[in-house]
């Protein structure tokens, strides 16, 4: 097993500066005469249309700028957002109805013609539950400028689940112009009809993102409760930071000139702990799935033998103590839809969790045909949740006989680059890590990766496996829970045969800031900035 430790490892694979971007200087409410909060967020923002990608930070964007139909509570009840519905008694048509006061940011009503759009280019996403509701569409029509008719092929008994999805590609709503550019290319402007507007002008990629209060925003009257409720915009500014050294983001967290820091460092949380004018918390309750996934295309991964060698060669304690450090925020977990749920099975992810299989490893690529062909890994500098995992797996790989190229970037230029499918010597990958929400994570249907539609609509690896799109519709059509789990394991095991990802574990992330903020709300999709106020 590789021990090494997370403070040397990450000093070792951080390349970005560690002083502040020389543009930024601290911008707060005296000197602008506006109530402004400051953030620090787990990602520099470089992909702004949050249809384009699943990358967290794209939907946090999202979420600032955009409304979504429904949204959903504490219960994960689904509620009315920006309309209400009815359901045929046939349950085969969902009537939406836009409830009054809503405008896009640039002035116009918000129609159902917007929203028809909307839902059709979510739905052609990259997100498998959103093509799966897609699947049993038999269309969705505007009846007149506030109503929206989703019409059904047969009854689906997650439509509302689906469009309210807190992640990873959301329902946002916006207009119909932008909603029709094709889903593979960037919206060109970010209009939408949520509670703040995104500043286009005081956009600087790597140094700072501005939001002001859309102060013709109409809230609805419930209180908010994660993605539902009033979305009260209680300051006038949110500025998003860069700041790519963690020790610099937290002396400004401590100083005041920062309020807001999403992902700390973990060894560093004692020492934000200890000072009474910070809080440091845990918004998302449910956690976070880590895995790596590798690209079916090209080799060497094209070979599911040599996947199953690399998967062998992977434990997830080495990866979970590099990444996190400390046990009290991780759990050894096998299971593809979340350890300690309705569908959670270690059965398959043995080998991840006990470790020591690199004789088995060996072995198995030996006998895979493997022709040396040099593994691509692609490593994120900036991300604090991602540094480890490229950076323990490649030396993984490597003990187990792999070549492997650890390729340094940072998180935005990996984003677009994972969307590449060229050859690794042309510009492509082999192997990236990344993270989804635990409750991004519960089913074959939510599981953005838990796919097999290969170059036609599928993620990222581009995973083609007709079995385990079969057992996915078989799981969508069942409706008793047991049928259901039974489902949920037939699809792990085709997951694991196949390698469709590899699980690295779950963990918790806490984020910190300063007591003068109130009104922080929690939630499967934090951090969100309405309901959140500053006293000066």
Known sequence: MVHVSRRKLLQLAAVAPSALPLAWTSVGSAATGKKTLTAVMQSDLRVTDPGFTTAIITRDHGYMVY??????????????????????????TYIFTLRDGLKWHDGAPVT????????????????GMARKLMDFTAAIEAADTRTIALKLKEPYGLVLE????PSAVVAFMMPKRLAETPVNKQIPEQIGSGPFKFVAAEFQPGVKVVYEKNTDYVPRKEPPEWTSGGKVAKVDRVEWITMPDAQTALNALQSGDVDFVETPPFDLLPMLESNPDINVSILNKFGFQSFGRMNFLHPPFDNVKIRRAAMLAINQKDVLDAQIGNPKYYKLCGAFFI????????????????????????????????DGTPVVILAPTDQILLKA???????????????????????????????????????????FFTYQGAADSLDPLVNV???????????????????LE????????????????????????????????????????????????TGVIDGPATPMFWNVDKNE
Request: aromatic letters at 8%; charged letters at 25%.
């Open 389 to 431: 995992q490229p950076v323990i797996v490649a030396q993984l790989l490597r003990d187990a006989g792999f070549k492997v190229d650890l390729q340094a970037m940072d998180w935005q230029t990996l984003v677009t680059r994972r969307a590449n499918q060229k050859p690794p010597k042309e510009g492509g990958w082999s192997m």
């Open 67 to 92: 409304d979504t139909l429904v949204g959903i509570d504490s219960s994960f009840k689904v509620r009315p957002q920006m309309a209400d519905w009815t359901v045929s008694a046939d349950k085969l």
């Open 449 to 467: 990766p838990m796919g097999g539609k290969g170059t036609n609509g599928g993620w990222y690896g581009w995973s083609e496996d007709p079995k």
């Open 470 to 517: 079969e057992l996915r519709d078989a799981y969508a059509r069942a409706t008793a829970p047991e049928e259901r789990r039974k489902i949920a394991l037939e699809v792990q095991k085709e997951a694991y045969d196949q390698v469709i990802y590899v699980p690295l574990g779950q963990f918790q992330a806490p984020s910190a800031w300063r007591k003068s903020l």
């Open 112 to 127: 159902a013609e917007d929203c028809v759009a909307s839902l059709k280019r979510w739905g052609s996403s990259l997100d």
């Open 162 to 165: 689906t469009i309210a999805k």
């Open 339 to 370: 350890c300690d749920t309705p569908l959670g099975s270690d059965e398959g992810g043995e080998t991840l969790i006990k470790g020591n299989n690199l004789a088995q490893a060996k072995k198995a690529l030996a006998e895979s045909g493997y």
